[in-house]
């Protein structure tokens, strides 16, 4: 459905020169540095996925999106979306994607959401009948019948924000984009906006793709992530894999009921790899890279030498990941 | 798709209609307009019955029907272009299954109907009480007239899209815009009759599109211009509607490469 092959985005951004001197060399010859905001991006998305692009800011993620929707023409690479080339059929194109900017508002400042998903079903063309079913629909399941009928300059950012939703989606598109959706939202409404997200991914089987900097999303919604790190892709796989790789791994802490000494635990446990810290005489740290097969080996290992009080686990959470990531970028950087 | 621009030039006049000061104070606006003009060139007359091939009373029609022609064509499309392109708002145009450029046009028109029927027409209706004024009598000077102005629209439109779209490359470029303005204002005759040019100035602006956009009209309704050099006009205005589009899709297509999205 979506195949991008080795797409390349580069900028000219005009260098000013310092002082009074400088502007007006400016003037006459400029300097420029050209930039490469996508440098190779390759990935290719099923029907029916759902999936999230995250990065730091300036990574490339709008720019690739904004590639993606035809807004901007690559400097090289393909991209193939649902059958078109986005940036030279644009205008068939578009019509089978949806897109929600959470920074700029593609409903009518000042129109009802009514009035704007008026204009915007006859902007598409779509079929009278079908398409006030859906929009009903819509309205109920983002539940905004009760101010479509308002300015949108007196909605809230919540409310409008629901609204943008049900605008890109007015033409029932395969395709949805959302460029940080829930940046600045309440948690009821982030939640209320990603239910419909998922309800919509499994009843009408709509490919999603997502940016977003909340971790929160990516958990609530997406199986698969990309990374992408100064205009490359460094990662591209399921959450898990992503845990695995720059996840800190997991964390069992034991409470013995005798005092028990780090060496007595390497005993038991032989030479499996982890990492052993002591918490107090009776409590002992246990670090793991991965939770798969380790985790419960080490857990029956320890249970069965020594009298175990209490356990606790705790798993790196995305978030840890996705702050490692960003840190860590030289070092990131060197793993591709 | 002429629903769709049925449908823009509809929202158009649901914006406009939000604002009811701006309603209120566009046609009194309009009427000082008219009014200076005509008072002004009461005194430029001075009981002369006749400048510049015009007299009086036909110098009076000339002012109040190339303001309420200016109402019609008349937009700042070129001023919202550069504003979508500075803050970035093209984006949500781009993904849009329509072509930008006929989108402002119908846009244009719808605020350029507004302003006919909103401030125009109540504007000459008011000024009329007041001053001499007289309307054409026979149906055919309405139809040329009614005629030319809507391709006066079209070119003036054009120009304003040419100098819109230059936001694309140049990012910033309020300076032409005022400059294109008042240019458009001063050789179309709204300020100043051509006729009242010198001789080499009008033999340049005869290679220029301007007069077409509010010169050409207003002589009509005035009954300046007979049925033969109607015609002509006409033709000429649809000459420069083909010309100007030349360079519009050129640019165009130059800007939708060249495009850079401010601000993320």
Redesign the interface.
């Known amino acids: 459905m979506i195949e991008v092959k080795s797409l390349v985005k580069e ?1 000219r951004i005009h260098q000013t020169r310092p002082g009074l001197g400088g502007a007006i060399r400016d003037l006459f010859r400029r300097e420029y540095k050209t930039v490469k905001a996508v440098d190779h991006v390759t990935f290719s998305v099923e029907e029916g996925e759902m999936f999230a692009l995250i990065g730091e800011n300036g990574a490339g993620k ?1 720019t690739t999106i ?1 590639m993606m ?5 690559p400097t090289g690479g393909e991209i193939i979306i649902n059958g078109y080339v986005p ?1 030279q059929e ?3 194109y ?2 089978s ?1 949806g ?1 929600v ?1 959470g ?4 409903l ?1 400042w ?2 009802s959401p009514l ?1 704007s998903f ?2 915007l079903k ?4 779509v079929e009278e009948a079908a398409a006030n079913a859906w929009l009903d629909r819509l309205i109920e399941e983002l539940d905004i019948g009760s101010f479509v009928n308002q ?1 949108v300059r007196k909605l809230s950012l919540g409310q409008r924000m629901r609204c943008e939703v049900a605008a890109a989606l007015i033409h029932k598109p395969k395709l949805l984009f959302l460029d940080e959706p829930t940046v600045g939202l309440d948690v009821l409404v982030k939640q209320k906006i990603r239910d419909f997200l998922r309800n919509l991914n499994e009843t009408e089987k709509t490919t999603i793709l997502l940016t977003t900097h909340d971790v929160t999303d990516i958990e609530a919604l997406c199986k698969r992530v990309l990374v992408m790190d100064k205009g490359k892709l460094i990662f591209d796989g399921k959450l898990a894999e992503l845990k695995e790789k720059w996840g800190s791994g997991t964390e069992i802490l034991f409470q013995f009921r005798a005092r028990t000494t780090p060496d007595q635990l390497r005993a038991a446990l032989g030479d499996l790899p982890c990492e052993l810290i002591r918490e107090n005489e009776y409590a002992i740290r246990v670090k793991i890279q991965r939770s798969q097969e380790m985790l419960p080996y080490v857990l029956s290992t320890v249970m069965s030498t020594f009298e175990v009080s209490d356990v606790k686990m705790s798993e790196a959470s995305t978030e840890d990941i996705v702050r490692n990531i960003y840190s860590t970028d030289s070092e990131v950087a060197a793993h591709e | 798709m002429s629903k769709l621009y049925a449908e823009l030039i509809r929202i158009r006049f649901l914006t406009m209609l939000a604002y009811r000061v701006n309603y209120y104070s566009g046609i009194i606006i309009y009427n000082i307009n008219i009014g200076a003009y005509y008072f002004l060139w009461g005194a430029i007359y001075g009981g002369q019955p006749q400048l510049g091939g015009l007299s009086p009373e036909q110098m009076t029609a000339y002012v109040a029907i190339s303001w309420m022609s200016r109402a019609f064509y008349f937009n700042n499309i070129d001023q919202e272009i550069a504003q979508d392109v500075r803050e970035g708002k093209v984006a949500i145009e781009m993904i849009r299954p329509y072509n930008y450029l006929s989108v402002k046009a119908a846009q244009a028109l719808g605020e350029g109907m507004f302003r006919l029927f909103f401030f125009a027409i109540p504007g000459i209706l008011l000024v009329s009480l007041f001053i001499p004024f007289h309307f054409p009598t026979s149906l055919q000077t309405w139809g040329l007239y009614l005629t030319s102005l809507l391709l006066a629209f079209v070119i003036n439109t054009e120009i304003n899209l040419l100098t819109g779209v230059l936001t694309f490359f140049l990012f910033r470029n309020e300076g032409i815009m005022w400059a294109k303005r008042v240019m458009v204002d001063l050789l179309s005759g709204v300020t100043l009759p051509i006729s009242f040019f010198p001789g080499w100035a009008q033999a340049l602006l005869a290679f220029l599109p301007f007069q077409a956009i509010n010169y050409y009209p207003s002589m009509i309704f005035a009954g300046a211009a007979g049925a033969d050099k109607a015609a002509q006009v006409l033709l000429l205005q649809a000459l420069w509607i083909f010309v100007l589009l030349v360079p519009i899709a050129l640019l165009w297509r130059q800007a939708k490469q060249k495009l850079v999205v401010q601000g993320g």
């Open positions: 900028f709008s904004k929707t035809g807004i901007l023409t940036y644009r205008e068939k578009v019509r994607i897109v900017f920074q700029r508002s593609q009518w000042d129109l009035e008026r204009l006859s902007i598409y063309k300015p």
